[in-house]
C-alpha cells in the first residue's frame, strides 16, 4: 500500500497514477474522506475518554447536589465514547479497505499507455534466418515430441487442457535449467531457498494478488489457503511482521517452487503446447533493499536476467512495460522477451518489478536505521520460468534433423550432452 501522508500532501500525483495505470480515480477521493473521517474520530474519541478519565475524580470531591448531575453526564459519556469508539474503527476499516484498493504509485518514467504501449530498450543476439538453412523450424510441441520430451495429450488425460508431462530428457531439461538457473543466482549471492507452495491470505494479499490478480488465483476454501502463482508471495511474506536491521540489507534469496496460475481471460491464447499452463516451476528472485537503493536494484536485477538468456544463447530484447500492463504492486516493470521463430514475435519469459515500499507496508516489514524505523523496499525477478524458457531452447536452438543444440552452460547439468537426439523421425 502506499503511503497515506503521501496521499494526503499529493494528492493529484496519486490521481494521476491511478489514471495512466486505467484504474478508478474516484478511489482517491473516496480514501481522502475516509481517512479525514477516521482521523477526525480518532480525535473525538480522545477527547471524550479524556473527559471520561477525569469524571471519576470530579466525582469523587463533588456535593451531593452536583454528584447526581455528574453522574448523568458520565453515563451519557459512556455511551458517546462506546460511539465514538465504533465510528473510529469503522472509518480505521473503511481507510484499510480502499487503500489495499489502490495500486503503487507508477515511477514517472514508465510509458503510458496499455500492453501494446511498451518501449524497447534494448535487443540482444541474432535471429536465425531458417530459410538462408534450408528448412522451416518446428515448432516446441513438434519438437518435444520427437525427443520424447513433452506429453500434452495424457497431460489433458489426466489434469485436463494446459497441463502436460516432461518426460524423459525434458524432464532431465527441466533439472538443468533449474540448476543452472540457482548455479548462477547462488554465485551473484543469493540464497537459495525451496518455498511454500500454499499460503494463507494475509500472504497473498500482502504481496497484492488478491486485487486485480485475484481471478488467476487458485483457492483452497476448505483450507482457506492459496496456491502461489509465483514464490514471490512467500519469499515476500517471509519476513513479515519483521523489523531487519540496515546492516544485514540488501537481502537477497532466489526461490524454487512450483507456480499456480488459473489463466483466466487467456481463453483461446496460447493454447498449443506448454507456453501458457496452470502448472509450472520458476526459480525468482527476490531482494530487500532500502528505498533508496530500489531503482538501482532494479537495474541489478535486469542485468542477472539478461546474463541468464545470453548465456543460453537466445535472442531478446528488453521492454519497459507500460502503466496499464503493470501489476498493482509493481510501481515500473521490465521485460525480457526472447524470439519464438514458429510465432514470429517476441514472448515475455522474464521480468522483474521494483515494488518500492508497496508490499513491505501491507507485510509489514521495516528496516531499522539508527533509532529510525521505517518500510523497506521489495523487488523481484524471474530467473527461469521452466516451461517458456524450453519453449525458446528448443526452437531456436533446434537443426534440420530435428535434434536439438544444447548451450554450453547447460551441459555440465545434462552429463555433457551437445545435442539432444530425437527418439522418433
Not at 470531591?61 to 453515563?75: F, I, M, V
Request: hydrophobic share 40%; aromatic share 6%; proline share 4%.
Amino acid at each position: 500500500m502506499i503511503d497515506l501522508r503521501l496521499l494526503r500532501e499529493d494528492p493529484d500525483r496519486v490521481r494521476a497514477s491511478q489514471r495512466a495505470r486505467g484504474e478508478d480515480v474516484a478511489l482517491v477521493d473516496a480514501l481522502l474522506s475516509a481517512d479525514e473521517r477516521r482521523r477526525s474520530s480518532g480525535v473525538r474519541f480522545d477527547e471524550l475518554r479524556a473527559e471520561q478519565k477525569g469524571m471519576g475524580k470530579l466525582i469523587s470531591r463533588a456535593t451531593p447536589d452536583e454528584k447526581a448531575e455528574l453522574l448523568k453526564r458520565a453515563s451519557q459519556l459512556a455511551a458517546d465514547v462506546k460511539a465514538a469508539d465504533a465510528e473510529r474503527d469503522a472509518a480505521d476499516t473503511e481507510t484499510h479497505e480502499l487503500l489495499l484498493r489502490l495500486g503503487n504509485l507508477v515511477h514517472p518514467d514508465v510509458p503510458v499507455g496499455g500492453e501494446e504501449d511498451f518501449v524497447t530498450l534494448e535487443t540482444h543476439g541474432t535471429i536465425r534466418d531458417f530459410g538462408a538453412e534450408g528448412f522451416d523450424p518446428r515448432d516446441h510441441l513438434e519438437l518435444g515430441q520427437l525427443l520424447g520430451a513433452i506429453d500434452v495429450e495424457r497431460g489433458a488425460k489426466v489434469s485436463g487442457s494446459r497441463f502436460y508431462f516432461l518426460t524423459g530428457v525434458g524432464a532431465l531439461l527441466e533439472l538443468a535449467l533449474v540448476n543452472a538457473a540457482i548455479a548462477q543466482a547462488t554465485a551473484a549471492g543469493f540464497t537459495p531457498m525451496l518455498t511454500p507452495a500454499l499460503v494463507r491470505p494475509q500472504s497473498m494479499a500482502g504481496t497484492g494478488f488478491l486485487g486485480q490478480a485475484a481471478q488467476d488465483v487458485y483457492h483452497l476454501d476448505k483450507d482457506d489457503l492459496y496456491l502461489v502463482g509465483t514464490s514471490e508471495v512467500p519469499l515476500a511474506a517471509y519476513h513479515m511482521d519483521e523489523i531487519i536491521e540496515a546492516d544485514r540489507l540488501p537481502l537477497r534469496y532466489a526461490g524454487f517452487s512450483p507456480c499456480f496460475r488459473r489463466e483466466a481471460g487467456s481463453h483461446g491464447k496460447d493454447t498449443k503446447g506448454i507456453f501458457r499452463v496452470h502448472q509450472f516451476d520458476k526459480v525468482e528472485m527476490f531482494t530487500y533493499v532500502t528505498p533508496e537503493e530500489s531503482e538501482a536494484e532494479h537495474q541489478r536485477l535486469l542485468e542477472w536476467e539478461k546474463q541468464w538468456l545470453t548465456s543460453l544463447e537466445l535472442p531478446f530484447r528488453v521492454i519497459d512495460v507500460a502503466t496499464g500492463d503493470l501489476g498493482a504492486s509493481a510501481a515500473r516493470k521490465f521485460d525480457c522477451e526472447a524470439w519464438i521463430p514458429t510465432q514470429g514475435k517476441y514472448r515475455e519469459l522474464t521480468s522483474t518489478s521494483d515494488c518500492t515500499e508497496f508490499q513491505s507496508r501491507r507485510l509489514s516489514i521495516r528496516v531499522r536505521e539508527g533509532k529510525q524505523v521505517r518500510p523497506l523496499a521489495t523487488l523481484n525477478g524471474t530467473l527461469c520460468a521452466v516451461p517458456r524458457t524450453i519453449v525458446a531452447l528448443l526452437e531456436n536452438h533446434q537443426q534440420a534433423d530435428g535434434s536439438v543444440r544444447v548451450p554450453e552452460v547447460l551441459r555440465p547439468y545434462l552429463g555433457g550432452r551437445e545435442v539432444l537426439e530425437p527418439v522418433t523421425r
